[in-house]
């Protein structure tokens, strides 16, 4: 039935989360789970921090910073012109009010709760009506083998702003880990009407996800539609490295090197109106092509995109079957 | 020789923290050590929190908040803020340049750093030349005995707003806590002038000093003046519970009792000139005695008890001599 059931997302940070807030406007957002992506998180000034799972957190919540893309809105930053007189470690940013969110986090994961919970419980306190999971509570993250060797993820993208070379990737602690239960349960369930892959970096935002065990097979399985959204426009990155990551492993800066990354787990790929000419391509590939405006440069643009896809994604679905 | 050698304070919060600053003031500061009152610390939102160590500490650095006597000058609130929207625990109040040290001086205990090191660095980078001592590094906590029942301190002082009636005091671990190294050095220090009991409450932020193996014995060893100011002036406390402890456990609210409560532990007294009507008994008590201006309205008066008490130690030390 057109228009009902519920919706999974995966998403990374920011071009994720400005989805996710489309699609939690464009639909009965209870039937919306947003799986975030756990290979960003890490332990920082003893504190358990988690990025993408607070930009999506942050952004549902309308506390998100809309100009730097992270962190919150109305920040102050007396706690990090304090720990630097100190000595501490400056280079990862943390606003005064972003910190209570680590601080309290940590004490609480510290107590014995698990990220699921004490991320369900937050966004029960803000408001949230979308489920947001943290892909695993266990350990997932993201080493970027690079030129200079391997570096934990935050140091590649944060400290060293993604200037060396990249070679590959890979997620310490994915295969042991435990996918989320009510993730699982959300893309088990029969009346899912689609599974979204954000326009996020398919290598450092989507893969961490995908290689938790339980992921791949239950999207594998899923009758609804698995559609990715192309983070790559034109030949670049609407944010951060995925352009220069594309480069430097040797493939096309294409979002046809996004659709053949996914292969075979993705029924269809949304391409920007810019990347019309792929279109074909993609169809010869063997996907469904949704073709429109995916930039989402304010608040109407991301409600057209979420609006557009729900549509895509049922007339995918019903295609599939008849 | 008067007006050389060095100077032990030991001290609580605000009222021992503007003593202290006069101190610094008043003599080479490099030759000032003080022992800060352990008892007061505690865990909170998973932070090692230290407020009498940290109030002198803010104090001699001039980032003190002269207006609430404790925290931070020029603070802002977004953490309590954020975090009170996450419902944690807002009852003791952490301003965000506050967090600072809380976060930095948590990650360097839990990497094995001991206490007195941390606070030793922090001192060096804001430019304090006294030594900061945190009486031990290890646990110490003052626990108040009420009519409601046993109280961690800062339940009873900060979230319970000294409301229940008390019956008397203990201080967990410091039978077995390990005084200062730094602290005990100074104390035998052969050159000692003289060693202050700060104008702090002696049931919560003296006493838990004394409770820890080694400080009674070295000061009872020292041939320097030991000197006490009374932090009860007219019968009253400029600041804190202390006048109502005294009260509930059936004491004279009154200088007097506060003397006689260090006993034999002192040689002097140092009274307000509000006072003045009670220094024979201090004299029949066989102390000496100092009655001068003692409230510390201003850096003029914080400097002028100092040089007050230092003079008052030197011809007390002379005196103790012939």
Redesign the interface.
Known sequence: MTGLGSVVALSGGVGGAKLVWGLAVAMDPLNLTVIANPGDDFEH???AICPDLDTVTYTLAGHANQYTGWG?A???W??????E????ETWFRL???????Q??R??RL?AGECLGDVTA??CH??GIAANIRPASGSRVRTVVETDIGDLSFQHYFVRDQCAPRVTGFRFDGASTARPDEAALAALADPSLRAVLICPSNPFISIDPILAIPGYRAAIAATSAAVIAVSPIIGGQAVKGPAAKMLAELGLAVSAQSVWRHYGDLIDAIVLDTADVRLADAARADGLDVLVTPTVMGDDAGKKALAHAILAFADSTRALAKT
Do not use: H, K, P, Q
């Not at 007396?78 to 720990?83: E, G, I, K, V």
């Not at 007189?85 to 501490?88: F, L, N, V």
């Open positions: 000034l003893g504190l919150r109305n920040e102050t007396t706690f990090m012109d304090a720990l007189s100190i000595g501490g606003g005064d009010g972003d910190l209570a969110l601080v309290e940590t004490r510290s419980d937050i306190r803000w």
